[in-house]
């Protein structure tokens, strides 16, 4: 098959789930792409200019892949006739119904409605989690009441008909490359490598981290992420309290860097208050970082239950930010004990490329058969 891929908003979780899958499919994928600057433009207008980069792709395209940054409604009236009956599916990396807002920024509807007109408009909806899928279901009533005159509520079952749950491939197998040298730490490693923004809740991984330091308990910090974005002021104030335990601080753009950083790591920690799918975490998992993450958000459907409180090492789900820093200072004075590789690796190994991929294009098979069928 040739599938056109249309991705206006190539950067993070979009640029890595592309670039997966163009390497591990079997199917020829062709990207139209624009870079990640200004993405409220890239979603309310861009249309124009990935209708006009699609107009010189030659190739006869069998599906249409979009990303949940598009405004498919208006791709498909620029590039009429020419997609009309081409299978079309939709991958909800985030929906901005229930993206969280910074503090004293209001809620924008307009993106609200181009990705509601546009899901409307797919064949398919992927989405990343059940969490994401659930959260973004029960969140349409309430943005439809939004409308002055039909609800159109009939369109919630329109979309939950043709969603499906597809964890995104992740590429795993890079990270195999490197070796663990965790047993060289003098002091146990406690890590941070996601988005450094307020989502992510940091005010609460370093208070956690601060009361843990008041009863002199030993540790080192790795803070990696995605730095691109306004910097919370906590790693600021953390770098003046932890500095000379801080072994690496920003992003850090090499992959063999970041293996080394994260195969040199015991815990990784996560105190989000939102995210629909945390390549970060699960990456460090694999690796080799014990994890310690909320009850809450999709954690619970990522994580095997037999792990969340395992008998004879720490666990890996925590309740409360009091709940933290109890399995923290547990492991900090090794009354217990992190969960072995071997472990942690089973979390997410099926999430590797190498075995998602038949799913992906299995799924793109089936839908162009599907619609090949209603079509005659």
């Known amino acids: 098959m040739n599938i056109l891929a249309v991705?206006?908003?190539?950067?993070?979780?979009?640029?890595?789930?592309?670039?997966?899958?163009?390497?591990?499919s079997g199917h020829n994928i062709i990207p139209v792409k624009l870079d990640y600057r200004r993405w409220k433009w890239r979603m309310h207008g861009d249309s124009v200019k990935l209708a006009e980069l699609s107009s010189h792709i030659t190739e006869e395209i069998d599906l249409?892949?979009?990303?949940?940054?598009?405004?498919?409604?208006?791709?498909?009236?620029?590039?009429?006739?020419?997609?009309?009956y081409t299978p079309k599916v939709?991958?909800?990396?985030?929906?901005?119904?229930?993206?969280?807002?910074?503090e004293g920024e209001e809620r924008d509807l307009t993106f609200c409605y181009i990705n509601y007109i546009s899901m409307l408009s797919a064949d398919k909806l992927l989405f990343t989690t059940r969490y994401h899928l659930n959260e973004l279901l029960e969140a349409l009533p309430a943005f439809l009441?939004?409308?002055?005159?039909?609800?159109?509520?009939?369109?919630?079952?329109?979309?939950?008909?043709?969603?499906?749950?597809?964890?995104?491939?992740l590429d795993l197998s890079v990270f195999d490359e490197q070796p663990d040298t965790r047993h060289e730490n003098k002091r146990p490693v406690i890590v941070w490598n996601q988005r450094w923004q307020f989502d992510r809740n940091p005010a609460m991984f370093?208070?956690?981290?601060?009361?843990?330091?008041?009863?002199?308990?030993?540790?080192?910090?790795?803070?990696?992420?995605?730095?691109?974005?306004?910097?919370?002021?906590?790693?600021?104030?953390?770098?003046k309290r932890f500095g000379e335990h801080i072994t690496?601080?920003?992003?850090?753009?090499?992959?063999?860097?970041y293996s080394k950083l994260l195969h040199s790591g015991d815990i990784v920690v996560s105190t989000a208050t939102h995210e629909f799918f945390c390549v970060a975490i699960m990456e460090a998992i694999y690796c080799g970082c014990h994890p310690l993450v909320p009850n809450r958000l999709h954690y619970p459907e990522l994580i095997p239950a037999s792990l969340h409180k395992p008998l004879l090492h720490a666990p890996?789900?925590?309740?409360?930010?009091?709940d933290l820093f109890k399995s923290l200072k547990a492991l900090l004075t090794g009354i217990t004990k992190p969960l072995p590789k071997s472990s942690l690796q089973n979390i997410?190994?099926?999430?590797?490329?190498?075995?998602?991929?038949?799913?992906?294009?299995?799924?793109?098979?089936?839908?162009?058969?599907?619609k090949s069928i209603a079509s005659f």
Request: charged letters at 25%.
């Open 7 to 24: 991705e206006p908003f190539y950067n993070g979780s979009h640029r890595a789930f592309l670039k997966g899958l163009q390497e591990h």
């Open 64 to 84: 249409l892949l979009v990303s949940s940054m598009t405004n498919l409604p208006a791709f498909l009236a620029l590039t009429n006739p020419r997609f009309a």
């Open 90 to 102: 939709m991958i909800m990396h985030e929906n901005q119904l229930t993206q969280p807002m910074p």
């Open 145 to 169: 009441d939004h409308f002055p005159d039909d609800k159109l509520y009939k369109t919630v079952d329109q979309i939950r008909g043709k969603s499906t749950v597809i964890y995104p491939g």
């Open 206 to 239: 370093f208070k956690v981290l601060n009361r843990l330091n008041d009863i002199d308990l030993k540790f080192d910090l790795i803070l990696a992420g995605d730095t691109q974005h306004r910097k919370p002021e906590e790693f600021e104030r953390a770098w």
């Open 248 to 257: 690496h601080f920003g992003y850090v753009e090499n992959v063999e860097n």
């Open 316 to 322: 890996v789900i925590y309740d409360t930010e009091d």
């Open 348 to 370: 997410n190994r099926h999430l590797d490329w190498g075995k998602m991929v038949n799913r992906y294009d299995s799924l793109f098979e089936e839908l162009r058969e599907t």
